[in-house]
């Protein structure tokens, strides 16, 4: 599942707090978007993104 978020990384603390895991850090990726996948609790593999110039 991948969801556009304004800002991924300032939902991240209380995301890990419930039991999800960081699979990757917060990247800027070739394709010029910002993104970080996290693994939930229940095993779904989430992707949240946004363009760098919205952060």
């Known amino acids: 599942m991948t ?3 304004a800002d991924p990384a ?3 603390p209380n995301t890990l707090r419930a039991g999800s895991n960081a699979l990757s850090p ?3 990726r070739p394709w ?3 993104e970080i996948y996290i693994r939930d609790p ?8 946004c ?3 919205e952060v």
Request: hydrophobic residues 40%.
């Open 26 to 28: 917060l990247t800027v």
């Open 51 to 53: 363009a760098p110039e």
């Open 32 to 34: 010029n978007m910002k």
């Open 42 to 49: 229940h095993g779904n593999l989430l992707k949240f993104s």
């Open 10 to 12: 300032r939902g991240m």
């Open 3 to 5: 969801t556009p978020a």
